[in-house]
């Protein structure tokens, strides 16, 4: 199995950056996709950013050209950086594992976005 760990949330001001880690540990090698989700209150967990084993990334379309998604292989850490950051991006982040075994979750990081 693959236990997952994000950091990095905080608040910030409309406009301003963070940057989310995801720190994996376990069945690493199993591995085939990782991703970056979130939810916002009273809504459904959204997918914001996939990358494959490949390098192959893909964005939601609310955070395409904002939010760059990328991985450290020697560190086994999954990032997710974010600029210009809106109100609307105010959830909990959760980095996810796909492996042919299933998936897992982190705890997740709250981002606030607000001014």
């Known amino acids: 199995q693959v236990q997952l760990v994000e950091s990095g949330g905080g608040l910030v001001q409309p406009g301003g950056s963070l940057r989310l880690s995801c720190a994996a540990s376990g069945s690493i090698r199993t591995i085939y996709a990782l991703g970056w989700y979130r939810q916002a209150p009273g809504k459904q967990r959204e997918l914001v950013a996939t990358?494959?084993?490949?390098?192959?990334?893909k964005y939601a379309d609310s955070v395409k050209g904002r939010f760059t998604i990328s991985r450290d292989n020697n560190k086994a850490t999954l990032y997710l950086q974010m600029n210009s950051l809106k109100p609307e991006d105010t959830a909990v982040y959760y980095c996810?594992?796909?492996?042919?075994?299933?998936?897992?979750w982190g705890q997740g990081t709250q981002v606030t976005v607000s001014s």
């Open positions: 996810n594992a796909a492996t042919v075994l299933g998936g897992s």
């Open positions: 990358i494959t084993s490949g390098g192959s990334t």
